[in-house]
């Protein structure tokens, strides 16, 4: 079947229908009480809550898990001699160097200068509007800071945590978009399969002999970028930095040397694992991944997938069908609406393990 003829392949068949009231505004009390919608074989399924998921995996299976911090990448400041102006930090290109989108982005041009701070004559943060980035819309800024603090202390004090815009509605308090073991600062949306972890988790998981281990990816614009191109091939995924250390490879390794099964907390450590492996073999990797997963792919590391629910068309949602199937994913979408489930980054989420994935 050529790509023209193949379903898989064309953006139109990953759209789905779900009613606005199914959007999650806030999340879950306790983070472990979400429901689990558990893929436990190639037919069949289970709805279960995340604090069962001790009792659904093995002794000897291993969690990776993404330890990124979300930055509060949201700032407000004013363009010098004009109007009121917002920033969304996208990606760090070099030193006090961002690319970020901007609005309104008419007015801010190469050369122009926007302040952050209480006090705009006296501004805590400058920024100069150094290029235009044709590729996201976006501009990108060379930050100065006049005082002390470092630019991330800056963005700590002045900045609001980015909340998808899907989440309008939302009274949750800032550290309900980071996980609890967010440790390195540098994503601009949350790794949303890991909010669903609490302490007590960890230990149920620890006391059932399952490890887990980190890797480090800053989210950024190409996990939440549309996929515009008919045929999804000829999209292409923004580069996101990441971090894959020698202790996480060698523990995985170890993992499988022992009959152990590799699970990934969210797409995001799914494409950190599998780019790191594009050799072949899984090897340590500090650098960017621009690896875009869909239906026909050839996994390399991972046994299995614990992800949130996904925009309709998206990437995200094309991972997911690599590992179970464009259409049986589709069925257990419908069924999480009919059930009622909670959808997108406050939502709930799905187990796909490892007896569930496509043959």
């Given at each position: 079947?050529?790509?023209?003829?193949n379903?898989?392949?064309?953006?139109?068949?990953?759209?789905?229908?779900?009613?606005?009231?199914?959007?999650?505004?806030?999340?879950?009390?306790?983070?472990?009480?979400?429901?689990?919608?558990?893929?436990?074989s190639?037919?069949?399924?289970?709805?279960?809550?995340?604090?069962?998921?001790?009792?659904?995996?093995?002794?000897?299976?291993?969690?990776?898990?993404?330890?990124?911090?979300?930055?509060?990448?949201?700032?407000?400041?004013?363009?010098?001699?004009?109007?009121?102006?917002?920033?969304?930090?996208?990606?760090?290109?070099?030193?006090?160097?961002?690319?970020?989108?901007?609005?309104?982005?008419k007015?801010?041009?190469?050369?122009?200068?926007i302040?952050?701070?209480?006090?705009?004559?006296?501004?805590?943060?400058?920024?100069?509007?150094?290029?235009?980035?044709?590729?996201?819309?976006?501009?990108?800024?060379?930050?100065?800071?006049?005082?002390?603090e470092?630019?991330?202390?800056?963005?700590?004090?002045?900045?609001?945590?980015?909340?998808p815009?899907?989440?309008?509605?939302?009274?949750?308090?800032?550290?309900?978009?980071?996980?609890?073991?967010?440790?390195?600062?540098g994503?601009?949306?949350?790794?949303t399969?890991?909010?669903?972890?609490?302490?007590?988790?960890?230990?149920?998981?620890?006391?059932?002999?399952?490890?887990?281990?980190?890797?480090?990816?800053?989210?950024?614009?190409?996990?939440?970028?549309?996929?515009?191109?008919?045929?999804?091939?000829?999209?292409?995924?923004?580069?996101?930095?990441?971090?894959?250390?020698?202790?996480?490879?060698?523990?995985?390794?170890?993992t499988?040397?022992?009959?152990?099964?590799?699970?990934?907390?969210?797409?995001t450590?799914?494409?950190?694992?599998?780019?790191?492996?594009?050799?072949?073999?899984?090897?340590?990797?500090?650098?960017?991944?621009?690896?875009?997963?869909?239906?026909?792919?050839?996994?390399?590391?991972?046994d299995?997938?614990m992800?949130?629910?996904?925009?309709?068309?998206?990437?995200?949602?094309?991972?997911?069908?690599?590992?179970?199937?464009?259409?049986?994913?589709?069925q257990?979408?419908?069924?999480?609406?009919?059930?009622?489930?909670?959808?997108?980054?406050?939502?709930?989420?799905?187990?796909?393990?490892?007896?569930?994935?496509?043959?």
């Amino acid at each position: 079947m050529g790509t023209a003829e193949n379903p898989d392949l064309q953006l139109s068949a990953y759209g789905y229908e779900l009613p606005p009231g199914h959007i999650a505004q806030n999340p879950i009390e306790p983070r472990d009480h979400a429901r689990l919608l558990t893929v436990t074989s190639p037919t069949e399924h289970a709805h279960r809550q995340v604090y069962d998921l001790p009792d659904l995996l093995q002794p000897g299976d291993l969690l990776v898990l993404n330890d990124t911090k979300v930055l509060p990448a949201r700032l407000f400041g004013q363009k010098v001699g004009g109007a009121a102006v917002e920033i969304l930090l996208l990606e760090e290109r070099a030193a006090l160097e961002w690319l970020a989108l901007v609005k309104p982005g008419k007015r801010l041009k190469p050369g122009a200068r926007i302040h952050f701070g209480e006090n705009l004559e006296q501004p805590t943060l400058i920024a100069d509007v150094v290029a235009s980035d044709p590729e996201t819309n976006g501009r990108i800024l060379r930050f100065t800071i006049p005082g002390p603090e470092s630019f991330y202390e800056v963005c700590d004090r002045l900045g609001k945590m980015p909340l998808p815009p899907y989440i309008t509605e939302s009274t949750a308090p800032p550290d309900r978009y980071q996980t609890i073991y967010a440790e390195k600062l540098g994503a601009v949306a949350a790794p949303t399969a890991g909010l669903h972890f609490t302490p007590e988790l960890f230990t149920r998981l620890a006391d059932r002999g399952i490890d887990r281990t980190f890797i480090t990816l800053h989210v950024g614009v190409g996990t939440f970028r549309p996929v515009e191109a008919e045929t999804i091939t000829e999209h292409k995924m923004h580069a996101e930095w990441l971090d894959v250390p020698a202790a996480t490879v060698e523990k995985i390794r170890q993992t499988k040397a022992n009959g152990g099964r590799v699970i990934a907390v969210g797409t995001t450590v799914t494409r950190a694992l599998e780019g790191a492996a594009q050799s072949g073999e899984l090897q340590t990797l500090q650098g960017k991944t621009n690896l875009f997963i869909y239906p026909g792919y050839q996994w390399q590391v991972l046994d299995g997938l614990m992800t949130n629910f996904h925009l309709p068309e998206s990437s995200l949602m094309m991972l997911v069908s690599a590992m179970i199937g464009r259409q049986r994913l589709l069925q257990l979408y419908a069924e999480a609406v009919r059930k009622e489930y909670r959808f997108y980054s406050f939502g709930d989420a799905m187990v796909i393990l490892p007896e569930g994935r496509q043959a």
